[in-house]
T-cell receptor
Framework: DVKVTQSSRYLVKRTGEKVFLECVQD?????MFWYRQDPGLGLRLIYF???????EKGDIPEGYSVSREKKERFSLILESASTNQTSMYLC????????????FGPGTRLTVT | KNQVEQSPQSLIILEGKNCTLQ??????????LRWYKQDTGRGPVSLTI???SENTKSNGRYTATLDADTKQSSLHITASQLSDSASYIC???????????WGAGTKLIIKP
């Protein structure tokens, strides 16, 4: 079974703090993704990565950065958290063949106060 | 503009009843369409994928249909169970730049 794990299920941070969200997959997938999910909106892609040390901006990269130093690990960084970044963050991974099925982690619900 | 719209936003039905969820898209060029199920507090899980040439695909009690001419898809759930309570998300993939366009989902509640 594919397993995608995220470092925290729930996180509460203060405005201005630096926040790290970690994602690890165990299926040797080349592709990894970070999304945010807000009520009434579809998943929105923040960043994705096709390979180690490779990253591409998604639809809403502002205020975020990512790091992929190892194939199995993809980190999302909020340099200076703001209240409008309160959201559910979902990590996913997939094989690179076309747009293969994405396998999701359980999500991290981040609250910025 | 590429868009995926789902209806209804939410739906409540009694256990054992059938229901149909709708997905309309304006994505072009079209590559494939997936339905995902997302349980509360969990990430989405793929139910089915359909390509341009497929009209119907089943996965147990779930049956997805695709009409590429009208750009509509539906997900039919037969003999609903309490475990079907979840959000169902339609996702369309575009050939042009491998972009995924996500619908906002339909929240389905099954009542005993």
């Amino acid at each position: 079974d594919v397993k995608v794990t995220q470092s925290s299920r729930y996180l509460v941070k203060r405005t201005g703090e630096k926040v790290f969200l970690e994602c690890v997959q165990d299926m040797d997938h080349e592709n990894m993704f970070w999304y945010r999910q807000d009520p009434g909106l579809g998943l929105r892609l923040i960043y994705f990565s096709y390979d180690v040390k490779m990253k591409e901006k998604g639809d809403i990269p502002e205020g975020y950065s990512v790091s992929r130093e190892k194939k199995e690990r993809f980190s999302l960084i909020l340099e200076s958290a703001s209240t409008n970044q309160t959201s559910m963050y979902l990590c996913a991974s997939s094989f690179p063949r076309g747009w293969s099925e994405q396998y999701f982690g359980p999500g991290t619900r981040l609250t910025v106060t | 503009k590429n868009q995926v719209e789902q209806s209804p936003q939410s739906l409540i039905i009694l256990e054992g009843k059938n229901c149909t969820l709708q997905c309309n898209y304006t994505v072009s060029p079209f590559s494939n369409l997936r339905w995902y199920k997302q349980d509360t507090g969990r990430g989405p899980v793929s139910l089915t994928i359909m390509t341009f040439s497929e009209n119907t695909k089943s996965n147990g009690r779930y049956t997805a249909t695709l009409d590429a001419d009208t750009k509509q898809s539906s997900l039919h759930i037969t003999a609903s169970q309490l475990s079907d309570s979840a959000s169902y998300i339609c996702v369309v993939s575009s050939d042009s730049n491998y972009q995924l366009i996500w619908g906002a989902g339909t929240k389905l509640i099954i009542k005993p």
